[in-house]
């Protein structure tokens, strides 16, 4: 007979008893005054200035890169893997050593990464998979990136990312004369890409659901072998994000009418050989968030600019609506919260921690987010699942989520799912806070993609938190 562990590993409960889950073991306290909240460094923009550092010929450096998420490491290792040379410093700017069993990981202590870049033509293919984690950023931009090579490439990433479409960039890259092999049914990866691209004079793309397509040609262009006119077609989304990557190129030297669409091939140029990444803007939502549901006082270790904020400034224009008060040091809920109409068009990431203050305190309309389906999983039906869960009515009809305001937190009913997504995550545990006894939360370090001490902050403030192993049978 075999082991009992043989009967347990199936991915389903139809032929045996279903595999262990991780999960957070969270035992809420209601006796938190103040809690610490360290900001992570923004990964849409260092994802960005990785690509343009490894195509300049300067050795760069990105700064204020302590508590990098996951989803920056995968576009590092997969730079590395095309011959991008990265060293870790220290906060005196000293080299840091990498142990080599964990070489894909930044060293402990890193709080900058110097880029020796190769220039425009300088990537190498790699040898190996190019797996970019759960970032659908790093995976498009490494697509784009691909495309000039004249051997295969393989990219592929987490269950997540390979469950979401890349339709418009297999399209996108077809058109430009990649070839393109992948699987069929609900997986889109591993994709297998075999260049070299042969650009037209001008490439349709769809931008109705996402920018990424956009930042990933831009980011590109330095090694176009011709100018290629790139012509929108759709309502654009996310538009702060597809203008930080024009910004960018601008800032290092793209051409002038780069910003019309008009991409032509250039040197990236990185003024004073370094660069100061900005905090996320989008991760002060939960820092909101958590204000509402413990009642402490949240104090920042610092807060991004607006012009750095990429749409997620709308938190602070909404701050009194909330019932919030939000300054550069410190957020606290003061009451009063009344019914809030929000469109997200250009800020979907903050979809599910907004709609879970929306219920928790004025009520109201989330409109303009139904893009929100083409993250790492469909955020807007899914939104509403993970409210549920803890008690909290929602509804999506006709792009518009709906909230009804004054409710309570109720217990939830077993594991609570958050659907392999870092947000729907970190949402679950900041709403945990406000539960009556334990929780079990679905995805042990999902949060570690974008912010590394979701977890370690409220333990540090004297939650007890444990990572388990759930048995779902």
Request: one cysteine or more; charged letters at 20%.
């Amino acid at each position: 007979m075999g082991k009992a562990w043989v009967k347990r590993w199936s991915p389903s409960l139809e032929d045996g008893m279903g595999s262990l889950i991780p999960a957070l073991k969270i035992n809420p306290t209601n006796s938190i005054d103040k809690l610490t909240w360290n900001l992570p460094p923004s990964k849409s923009h260092a994802i960005r200035w990785l690509a343009l550092a490894a195509q300049s010929e300067q050795e760069v450096t990105l700064h204020g890169l302590k508590n990098a998420g996951q989803d920056m490491v995968s576009m590092r290792r997969c730079l590395g893997q095309m011959g991008v040379q990265i060293t870790d410093l220290d906060a005196d700017g000293q080299v840091l050593s990498v142990s080599t069993n964990h070489d894909d990981q930044p060293a402990e202590g890193s709080v900058a990464w110097k880029i020796q870049g190769l220039g425009p033509d300088g990537l190498k293919p790699p040898i190996s998979v190019l797996h970019a984690g759960n970032s659908g950023t790093a995976l498009r931009i490494l697509m784009a990136l691909c495309a000039r090579f004249d051997v295969p490439v393989m990219l592929d990433g987490d269950s997540s990312l390979r469950s979401r479409n890349h339709d418009v960039m297999i399209g996108a890259l077809e058109k430009v004369g990649v070839k393109v092999s992948y699987g069929t049914g609900v997986e889109g990866l591993p994709l297998l890409i075999e260049g070299p691209w042969t650009p037209p004079e001008a490439l349709e793309l769809d931008v109705s659901t996402s920018s990424q397509p956009m930042t990933a040609w831009y980011l590109a262009a330095p090694a176009l072998p011709n100018e290629m006119k790139i012509n929108a077609v759709g309502e654009g989304v996310s538009l702060r994000h597809s203008g930080l990557t024009k910004t960018l190129c601008e800032r290092t030297g793209a051409p002038a009418n780069s910003a019309a669409g008009e991409l032509q091939p250039w040197r990236p140029i990185v003024a004073n050989d370094g660069v100061h990444i900005p905090l996320d803007a989008s991760m002060l939502s939960f820092a909101c968030l958590a204000a509402k549901v413990s009642g402490a006082t949240v104090e920042l270790n610092g807060f991004p600019a607006e012009e750095d904020a990429l749409g997620n400034e709308v938190l602070i224009e909404l701050a009194s609506s909330l019932g919030l008060s939000i300054t550069q040091a410190s957020i606290e809920y003061v009451g009063e919260a009344v019914s809030t109409e929000v469109n997200l068009q250009h800020a979907n990431d903050l979809i599910t921690p907004l709609a879970a203050l929306l219920a928790l305190g004025g009520g109201g309309r989330i409109m303009g987010a139904s893009h929100a389906a083409f993250k790492e999983t469909d955020r807007t039906h899914g939104t509403t699942a993970l409210l549920a869960q803890f008690g909290l009515e929602s509804t999506f009809e006709n792009g518009v989520l709906f909230l009804e305001g004054g409710q309570s937190i109720s217990q939830p009913d077993g594991l609570v799912q958050t659907y392999g997504d870092h947000r729907m995550q970190m949402t679950a545990l900041v709403l945990a806070m406000g539960c009556p006894s334990t929780v079990l939360v679905e995805g042990s370090d999902l949060h570690e993609v974008a912010d590394p001490e979701a977890v370690q902050r409220w333990k540090a403030a004297g939650v007890p938190i444990e990572t388990v192993l759930h048995e779902p049978w």
